[in-house]
């Protein structure tokens, strides 16, 4: 059996504890300061996770987040369990068979890495499932404890980093809900300017692969600005809308200079652009989801609304969708 409509029907969030600001990178003898990441990036802040926590934590504490908002009942029925991220536990297992034993789902589970654009590709896996019918209810993780791998060398990429995970459910919804278009799209000759080796040495065209996160953010920026506006009016024309129909655009927060060039090209006023990179800097595959949450709580996404969700990332890839957001009580 398929469902003609499918949707996010529910979100949940969790950040680590650990506050720490620009200045504190400072005192912990970062060579840079305030202002320059301020200027820079827009970023403010970012959450830590502890020694010992680790991103299956992260992922259990996005999932007890949706059971403390919508009940426990939100996991019944979980039938498969998606964990977007770069930086597992393990190899293997997998992160989500931990999250799956966690909860004690009756579910299949498996990671998927896709950079940034993780979360976004884990819902549109979600949602091929659940409208082919091979699998009825999906929780969708987004998680990253990116603070762990950090090459506090390199300053330029140290300070934008942060950890958090985002937890969605994916499943059918009422007519003209839920997703109206996906965008997923890579540019694997652009693997060179964002990587970090994991068993490999090299790039099949002899690049070499670094040993911590490696970034040309110049060549990254020029990338995500131009297929942050492309991907978007892709998947609003794929949808059938036009820009005037979205309600919120809820970009990747990496930086905000990228966030408003793309703004700017698109001709949106600020207010119909979710940004919260000031409080989280980069979750990576967690940042949507937690930007999205964080719209929702404050009352600028409301039920009925199209929202479009659009990300960039290393591959290089990226990601875009329109979700009319239908939220299950
Ligand atoms: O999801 C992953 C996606 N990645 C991104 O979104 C990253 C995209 N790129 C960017 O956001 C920007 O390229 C950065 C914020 C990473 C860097 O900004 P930039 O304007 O491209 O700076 P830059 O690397 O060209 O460096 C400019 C100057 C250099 O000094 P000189 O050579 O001009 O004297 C750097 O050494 O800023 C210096 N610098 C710093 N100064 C203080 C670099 N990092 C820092 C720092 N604090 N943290």
Excluded at 29 to 46: A, F
Excluded at 166 to 187: K, N, R
Excluded at 213 to 222: A, Y
Aim: glycine share 10%.
């Amino acid at each position: 059996m398929n469902s003609s409509f499918v949707g996010l029907t529910a979100l949940g969030m969790y950040v680590p504890k650990e506050i720490v600001t620009n200045d504190d990178l400072a005192q912990r003898g970062v060579e840079t300061s305030d202002e320059w990441i301020q200027s820079r990036t827009g970023i403010k802040e970012r959450r830590f996770a502890k020694p010992d926590e680790f991103t299956s934590h992260l992922c259990i504490g996005a999932v007890q987040n949706l059971i403390d908002r919508y009940g426990k009942d939100v996991l019944e029925g979980v039938d498969m369990v998606i964990v977007a991220t770069s930086t597992p536990d393990a190899l293997f297992p997998q992160t989500a068979a931990l999250v799956q034993n966690h909860f004690n789902l009756e579910a299949g589970a498996f990671d998927l890495l896709a950079a940034c654009p993780g979360w976004l590709y884990a819902l549109s896996a979600a949602a091929a499932y659940t409208k082919s019918g091979i699998r009825k209810k999906v929780l969708a993780i987004g998680a990253e404890s990116l603070t762990k791998i950090l090459d506090w060398s390199d300053r330029t990429t140290l300070v934008l980093f942060g950890d958090g995970a985002c937890a969605g459910i994916v499943e059918a919804v009422p007519e003209g809900y839920g997703f109206q278009s996906f965008v997923l799209g890579t540019d694997g000759a652009g693997g060179k300017h964002l990587n970090m080796r994991c068993i490999g040495k090299t790039l099949p065209d002899g690049n070499p692969l670094s040993e911590m996160i490696s970034m040309n953010g110049r060549e990254v920026f020029k990338f995500a600005v131009r297929v942050m506006h492309t991907a978007t009016k892709q998947a609003v024309e794929e949808a059938g809308l036009e820009l005037n129909d979205i309600a919120q655009f809820i970009p990747h927060q990496a930086n905000y200079r990228i966030i408003d060039a793309a703004r700017e090209y698109l001709e949106l006023p600020e207010d119909r652009v979710v940004a919260n990179v000031d409080k989280y800097g980069n979750t990576s595959a967690a940042s949507i989801g937690l930007a999205m949450r964080e719209a929702i709580d404050d009352g600028r996404i409301k039920h009925g609304d199209n929202l479009l969700l659009v990300t960039f990332g290393a591959g290089l890839t990226w990601a875009a969708s329109v979700l009319r957001w239908y939220e299950k009580k």
